[in-house]
């Protein structure tokens, strides 16, 4: 069963788009799947499109009242997931304003049968590229994903910002268990829980990798939601909190991790 995360504010004008790509490829294919989809407050229209694609396509659809931003939108999203799949399960979480090209989809299937945790859709991995993207944004994520990998380095990768990723339900499973509410720690940091969630299956010794990806901003129909200033604030904060000897590691987390580890021998 493959699950489908969408974290959605105000995405009236992309979901029409994203969806039918969605239903194609997932029914060209004959997985079995379901999208969950959290509306983040929208004032737009995006609750109607949603209403009516759930006529068409399996959609569980969870709104919140008020904007709580991403962190707090994908968090919901996982944890649902969690709640209600098997361990060999696929979660595939993708952006709702139509950047992320569902077609890469089974090409991650692939990889998560294969025997990977966490597979990452990647820009910065040969064939893979930006489309739409001014210089200036392109260099700050050029430079930002190169931070991170000097104090997360994990072997093979190269993209540690974009959403778009595949997950062994399983694996979501067990960080949820550990970390808890601290799954996502810092929620009000822009995009900042993207790289946290990686960071914690890098904890877990989780088998990472990549493939090739072209993100398409230039389908992009809504405005960004994306605050430089607040998201490099939390990346900072991340590399503060995480990064040895200063970090601060629960002693809790560490032995859940170990014992996580011993368990998956």
């Not at 974290?7 to 039918?20: I, T, V, W």
Request: proline share 3%.
């Amino acid at each position: 069963m493959i699950y489908i995360l969408l974290p959605a504010f105000n995405e009236e004008a992309s979901l029409h788009l994203l969806l039918e790509k969605i239903s194609k490829i997932m029914n060209e294919h004959k997985y079995v799947y379901q999208v969950i989809v959290v509306d983040d407050g929208s004032a737009d229209k995006t609750a109607e499109v949603l209403k009516q694609w759930s006529t068409r396509m399996p959609m569980e659809i969870i709104t919140h009242t008020l904007n709580r931003g991403l962190g707090e939108t994908a968090r919901d999203a996982f944890e649902r997931a969690a709640a209600i799949t098997d361990k060999q399960d696929i979660i595939i979480r993708l952006d709702a304003d139509n950047t992320h090209e569902p077609f890469y989809i089974p090409q991650m299937i692939e990889k998560i049968n294969n025997g990977f945790d966490v597979v990452i859709a990647s820009r910065f991995q040969p064939g893979g590229k930006m489309i739409g993207v001014n210089f200036y944004r392109a260099f700050i994520s050029y430079c930002a994903n190169l931070i991170l990998k000097l104090f997360f380095p994990i072997k093979g990768i190269k993209e540690y910002s974009c959403g778009f990723r595949a997950y062994r339900a399983g694996a979501v499973q067990a960080a949820i268990k550990i970390f808890g509410n601290n799954f996502i720690d810092l929620k009000g940091m822009g995009f900042t829980g993207t790289v946290e969630k990686l960071i914690k299956f890098r904890m877990l010794g989780a088998k990472i990798t990549e493939i090739p990806f072209i993100l398409r901003y230039d389908q992009k129909k809504s405005p960004s939601k994306m605050v430089t200033s607040i998201t490099t604030f939390g990346y900072l904060t991340l590399i503060i909190k995480y990064v040895y000897p200063w970090g601060d590691i629960s002693k809790g987390w560490r032995k859940k991790i170990s014992e996580y580890k011993k368990n998956r021998e």
